[in-house]
């Protein structure tokens, strides 16, 4: 089965506005768009927003927070992977398939919506 442009919509928010977080999510990524892609986001138009996605580039891109990208190329295999990203008050984490990836050093700020 094939799934393409498939979404879920929820009406509240799931990522809390303040303290520590973890977003895990599984997929399965054949081809990138070119363009600017969000997998998972929260967050509204012009404030910060939570994201995890890709750039044109095909590098990961993880929040407006985390400045410039981390250079890590999203997966393009065909296969499922299984991404987290996890803030603590103090740094952020980045994992795929439960492998530690990389740190930005600093705790991203929390989606305002």
Known sequence: MKLANDYVIVSNSIIPTSGD?????CANIETLSNSYAEIVSQGQTSQSGFYIGYN???????????????GIPFPVDGIW???????????TYFYI?????ISAGFAIGNPTA
């Open 97 to 101: 398939d439960g492998v530690f990836i």
């Open 81 to 91: 992977h299984y991404y987290s990203v996890v803030k603590t008050s103090s740094n």
């Open 21 to 25: 977080f973890s977003v895990s999510f």
């Open 56 to 70: 044109p580039s095909g590098e990961i891109r993880i929040s407006d927070d985390w400045w410039p990208s981390p």
